[in-house]
């Protein structure tokens, strides 16, 4: 168990609706990395925020977008769903700007149909 | 995204052999770290290193920090079958940025 949760575990929806994922660093973790994996790919950058404000954008769609509140915990919100959004979506933490160590919730699987 | 070069791509094994994977890149990182991810899971931390030439062991695994800072190297020895899985390198420059591999795939013959 890393200590990183994530709601839910599995998400059926349709095209066009919105879902919210949401996750819950380790505790004392300031930094919050979002990641989508589609099939059989690698790790995707999305989104990363520290102590509540954004930090480091990678290749996220204007559908997408994200926070992170005062109590650390962060949502990652999809509007508009395509067919192409279903994949998995990790969240991680670390304990700061310059610590290496990055750990992984067990993720949020969508499906779009 | 930008992507680390992971080789080998994929690989099968019989039980009991010794494996042997690397990551290379074209920039200096501070941090080495070395996932192992099992179908529909997270990808779970095995080992970080944090200096070059650095040596660092978990179990049968070993991983070792290039001297160029530059690539880095993931040993498994004796396999079983639950080594099956995909691993991922991950390099870190400081400052939020990682690099994630390509992954490599790895499937135990029993």
């Known amino acids: 168990d890393s200590g990183v949760t994530q709601t839910p575990k599995h998400l059926i929806t349709a095209t066009g609706q919105r879902v919210t994922l949401r996750c819950s660093p380790r505790s004392g973790d300031l930094s919050v990395y979002w990641y989508q994996q589609s099939l059989d790919q690698g790790l995707q950058f999305l989104i990363q925020?520290?102590?509540?404000?954004?930090?480091a954008k990678g290749n996220i769609l204007e559908r997408f977008s994200a926070q992170q509140f005062p109590d650390l915990h962060s949502e990652l919100n999809l509007s508009s769903l395509e067919l192409g959004d279903s994949a998995l979506y990790f969240c991680?933490?670390?304990?700061?700007?310059?610590?290496?160590?990055?750990?992984f919730g067990e993720g949020s699987r969508l499906t779009v149909l | 995204g930008q992507q680390l070069n992971q080789s080998p791509q994929s690989m099968f094994i019989q039980e009991g052999e010794d494996v042997s994977m690397n990551c290379t890149s074209s920039s200096i990182f501070n941090t080495w770290l070395w996932y192992k991810q099992d179908p529909g899971e997270g990808p779970v931390l095995l080992i970080a290193?944090?200096?070059?030439?650095e040596l660092t062991s978990n179990g049968r695994l070993t991983a070792q920090f290039g001297i160029t800072r530059k690539d880095s190297f993931l040993n498994i020895s004796a396999s079983i079958p639950s080594d099956v899985g995909i691993y991922f390198c991950?390099?870190?420059?400081?400052?939020?940025?990682?690099?994630f591999g390509t992954g490599t795939r790895l499937k135990v013959l029993a």
């Open positions: 991950a390099g870190f420059s400081g400052t939020y940025k990682y690099i």
């Open positions: 925020y520290y102590n509540g404000e954004e930090r």
């Open positions: 991680a933490s670390s304990s700061g700007p310059n610590t290496g160590e990055l750990f």
């Open positions: 290193l944090y200096k070059a030439g």
